[in-house]
Nanobody
C-alpha cells in the first residue's frame, strides 16, 4: 500500500502563488507516473500536471506557463508550484501515484482557494 500526503494548500489572493507538496511512502523512482489532479464540487477530477518516470512533464492547457511540477527523488516528494493563481484554480487538489503495474494511489487532497 502506498500512502500519499498532500500539503501546502490554503487561501491566496488572485495573482498569488502556492506550492503544493505530496509526500509518498514509497520510493518514487518506482513510479510509472505521478501527478496532480483537481476537483470542484459536482465536477469530475481533472488532470492538472503530471511527471513520468523519465521526468517528462505534461500540463493542462489552463495552467501552462503558470504551474510547474517537479519531484525530489531523495525525499520521495512531488511538488506543484502554482503562480499567477486565478479564481478558477480554486479546487481540491489531489496527488496521484501510479506504479509500474499501473495501480493508482491517491492522497486525501488539499484545498486551494483563490480569492479576488
Amino acid at each position: 500500500q502506498v500512502q500519499l500526503v498532500e500539503s501546502g494548500g490554503g487561501l491566496v489572493q488572485a495573482g498569488g502563488s502556492l506550492r503544493l507538496s505530496c509526500a509518498v511512502s514509497r520510493d518514487i523512482l518506482r513510479a510509472d507516473y505521478m501527478g496532480w489532479y483537481r476537483q470542484t464540487p459536482g465536477k469530475q477530477r481533472d488532470l492538472v500536471a503530471s511527471i513520468n518516470k523519465d521526468s517528462r512533464t505534461s500540463y493542462a492547457e489552463s495552467v501552462k506557463g503558470r504551474f510547474a511540477i517537479s519531484k525530489d527523488n531523495a525525499k520521495n516528494t512531488v511538488m506543484l508550484q502554482m503562480n499567477s493563481l486565478k479564481l478558477e484554480d480554486t479546487a481540491m487538489y489531489y496527488c496521484i501515484y501510479r506504479d509500474r503495474d499501473y495501480i493508482e494511489y491517491w492522497g486525501q487532497g488539499t484545498q486551494v482557494t483563490v480569492s479576488s
